[in-house]
């Protein structure tokens, strides 16, 4: 890579947290990771490359010696706030932005819109115009190499019946307030791009899986579930798509676009690993059987429980990830099935990292049910 100094925000998430991982440990880059710590962020994730919890964390900008021999800071803020934003661009001097902070989840999108509204809409703009105000006070050279890349879904792309893709032409036209807020935020990033002349490069990546996935998302919620003997629960039928991929090769795709991305471009990222909710389910129990067997020798899909559907649930989302790999050079390193073993594996032996989420902050509770007349 040819940048080396990175802003990531949300890199206490499960996404975000992938790719300081790889940043640090695999590229030696130094990072300054801005993350808000609400119920989705989990600093433990990061331990591996070196973060104490409970000595590195700091909430003033002035508090991180960024002269000190380490390649990771910690930043507790909120990207709404734009004036602590402006200093963190300032005293860090970063080549790049990763933006992943977001609420992410679906279903409490469902529950209470109104945080979606703020950290993904007001806070990429105003994180936009920190940027901004930071990279106008760059060389000519340092501008042109500068990126903000901003970390999106395909779900902005709405919902695809029984065939086709989403490409990077595909219409905007989300469902949840989720989706929504996620499409709100590409546009301000291209409205940034196209009248202020930022650098800026968006990905739409298809659901993501894999080690340090908040147990709210369905494949760790189905893992822990198992594990406890609870009732595994499936929207509607299960017959709702999702394109599968794991995090590690979408942090891949992240770097590579951040590299060699044109700027002001969009690219999809997705590994054709279509598979409908009830199959995901059924795979994640079948590895469990062998790895982990019941007591009682039943089997996990007995727990399987039919349940009411998401409201708005998209029926189908697979992505065309064309442009990435002939432009660019991704190809995925896993398969869906590679892929889920190693996961499942993962939870099996990290307990460490979900059983204080799993006692503290959430336990599993259905989410995103609404009535409507
Ligand atoms: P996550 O919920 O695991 O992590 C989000 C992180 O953002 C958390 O650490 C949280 O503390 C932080 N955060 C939330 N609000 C903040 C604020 N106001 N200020 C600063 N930090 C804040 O999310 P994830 O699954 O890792 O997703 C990361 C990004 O990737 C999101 O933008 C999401 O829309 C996008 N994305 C996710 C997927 C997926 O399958 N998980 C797929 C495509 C795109
Ligand atoms: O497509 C990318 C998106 O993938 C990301 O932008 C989101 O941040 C991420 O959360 C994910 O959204 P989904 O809504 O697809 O993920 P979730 O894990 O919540 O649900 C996956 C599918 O499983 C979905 O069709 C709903 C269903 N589901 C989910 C849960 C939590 C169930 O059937 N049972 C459940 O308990």
Redesign the pocket.
Known sequence: MMTKRFIVTGGAGFIGSALVRHLVRDLEATVLVVDKLTYAGVPESLKEVGLDPAADIQSEVAALDFTAPRRLFFLKADICDVERMSAAFAAFHPDAVFHLA?E????RSIDGPGEFIRTNVTGTANLLQAALGYWRTLSADAQEAFRFQHIS???VYGTLGETGFFTEKTPYSPHSP??AS?AASDHLVRAWADTYGLPTLITN????YGPYHFP????P??ILNCLDGKPL????K?A?V??WLYVDDHVAALCLVNEKGAPGETYNVGGHNERT?LE??QTVCRILDELRPRPDGSKYESLIAF?AD?PG??LR?AIDPTKLMTELGWKPARTFDTGIRETVQWYLDNDWWWRPIHEQKYAGQ??GTIKRN
């Not at 992410?104 to 279903?107: A, E, L, Q």
């Not at 990546?205 to 993501?208: P, T």
């Open positions: 977001a992410s989840h679906v279903d879904t395909d779900e989720y989706s996620k990546c298809s659901n993501n709210e998302k369905l494949i919620l189905i629960p499936v929207y509607g299960g709702n999702r394109d909710n995901v389910v349940v998401r649930h998209d989302y259905r989410l």
